[in-house]
């Protein structure tokens, strides 16, 4: 645990030597969980702008972190049970880096689940049975899990995914094929595709638990979150490649994090510029009661 630790503080070092605030202090949230570098006013952005599930380690995040990995690897042409390993391993990685806390662990294993369900078997009836199977098995072991918001953000993401990614993806290239022609349908959908429906489709199933916790909602979350989430998969690679490197190859890691510099600075810009908008705390309301800005 001690060398985990030390490990953690070493590459939140690394990443602070070869990147400026608050790009740094981001990363290192997305990155490792430590949002401790992340200054009050641009957190309050993230809070205002109903974006704080970028720099939250949660369920939701494991989810899609999951889902993503294994539909880029479908894209290779690895054997099935490689790229099962290879998503585990990620996962696994991630889940050390973060610390390992209970509610990461409990996510960690939602998305194991989801990869194992859906990649290796190719059932999608599978998923649900076996998410409804792993909460049984929790619940029995800590009764009390049931009730932990960590856990029910895993189990309604991954449900979400297993549910909604595939449908999701066939609308989202029909509507850019109607809008574009075919090449340039398939070109934008390559990069905005796989982020951007994997996160709507955890979105679809945890909103009404957002609901229920937070009580209110961002009138502009929708939109800052269509500018910043297509590029949260490759900031999280190639910030997590770099950050890999760093103790390695230093002149290589430096390279990575200049582009992941990039992609930093449109998601700080994109947050702080929702945020400012005038009105942008509003919170709207439903049958008089608020619902939520996370």
Same mark, same amino acid.
């Given at each position: 645990?001690?060398?985990?630790?030390?490990?953690?503080?070493?590459?939140?070092?690394?990443?602070?030597?070869?990147?400026?605030?608050?790009?740094?202090?981001?990363?290192?949230?997305?990155?490792?969980?430590?949002?401790?570098?992340?200054?009050?006013?641009?957190?309050?952005?993230?809070?205002?702008?109903?974006?704080?599930?970028?720099?939250?380690?949660?369920?939701?995040?494991?989810?899609?972190?999951?889902?993503?990995?294994?539909?880029?690897?479908?894209?290779?042409?690895?054997?099935?049970?490689?790229?099962?390993?290879?998503?585990?391993?990620?996962?696994?990685?991630?889940?050390?880096?973060?610390?390992?806390?209970?509610?990461?662990?409990?996510?960690?294993?939602?998305?194991?689940?989801?990869?194992?369900?859906?990649?290796?078997?190719?059932?999608? #009836? @599978?998923?649900?049975?076996?998410?409804?199977?792993?909460? =049984? !098995?929790?619940? /029995? $072991?800590? +009764?009390?899990?049931?009730?932990?918001?960590?856990?029910?953000?895993?189990?309604?993401?991954?449900?979400?995914?297993?549910?909604?990614?595939?449908?999701?993806?066939?609308?989202?290239?029909?509507?850019?094929?109607?809008?574009?022609?075919?090449?340039?349908?398939?070109?934008?959908?390559?990069?905005?595709?796989?982020?951007?429906?994997?996160?709507?489709?955890?979105?679809?199933?945890?909103?009404?638990?957002?609901?229920?916790?937070?009580?209110?909602?961002?009138?502009?979350?929708?939109?800052?979150?269509?500018?910043?989430?297509?590029?949260? #998969? @490759?900031?999280?690679?190639?910030?997590?490649?770099?950050? =890999? !490197?760093?103790? /390695? $190859?230093? +002149?290589?890691?430096?390279?990575?994090?200049?582009?992941?510099?990039?992609?930093?600075?449109?998601?700080?810009?994109?947050?702080?510029?929702?945020?400012?908008?005038?009105?942008?705390?509003?919170?709207?309301?439903?049958?008089?009661?608020?619902?939520?800005?996370?």
């Amino acid at each position: 645990e001690r060398a985990l630790f030390d490990l953690r503080a070493d590459l939140n070092l690394a990443i602070g030597r070869h990147l400026p605030e608050p790009q740094a202090g981001l990363l290192a949230g997305i990155l490792l969980g430590n949002e401790r570098g992340i200054s009050p006013e641009l957190d309050d952005a993230f809070r205002v702008t109903g974006a704080s599930h970028v720099i939250a380690i949660s369920g939701f995040n494991m989810a899609i972190i999951a889902a993503l990995v294994m539909r880029l690897l479908s894209a290779t042409p690895l054997h099935r049970g490689l790229r099962v390993a290879i998503g585990l391993i990620v996962i696994a990685v991630y889940t050390v880096f973060t610390g390992s806390n209970p509610a990461v662990i409990r996510a960690a294993i939602m998305s194991g689940v989801l990869i194992v369900g859906t990649d290796l078997f190719r059932r999608k #009836t @599978y998923v649900p049975a076996s998410l409804a199977f792993v909460a =049984l !098995l929790m619940s /029995i $072991v800590t +009764p009390p899990i049931i009730f932990s918001l960590s856990f029910q953000l895993s189990f309604f993401a991954v449900l979400g995914l297993a549910l909604f990614a595939d449908p999701f993806q066939r609308w989202f290239m029909a509507g850019l094929r109607r809008i574009f022609p075919s090449t340039w349908a398939e070109r934008i959908g390559g990069f905005l595709a796989e982020p951007l429906v994997v996160t709507l489709a955890a979105y679809t199933t945890t909103l009404p638990i957002i609901v229920l916790y937070f009580e209110r909602v961002s009138l502009i979350s929708l939109g800052v979150n269509l500018l910043i989430v297509p590029v949260q #998969t @490759y900031l999280l690679l190639i910030g997590g490649l770099a950050t =890999l !490197l760093v103790l /390695i $190859v230093p +002149p290589f890691a430096q390279m990575l994090y200049w582009l992941d510099y990039v992609l930093l600075s449109w998601t700080i810009a994109i947050v702080r510029g929702g945020a400012a908008i005038p009105g942008a705390e509003a919170a709207l309301r439903v049958d008089d009661a608020l619902i939520f800005t996370y």
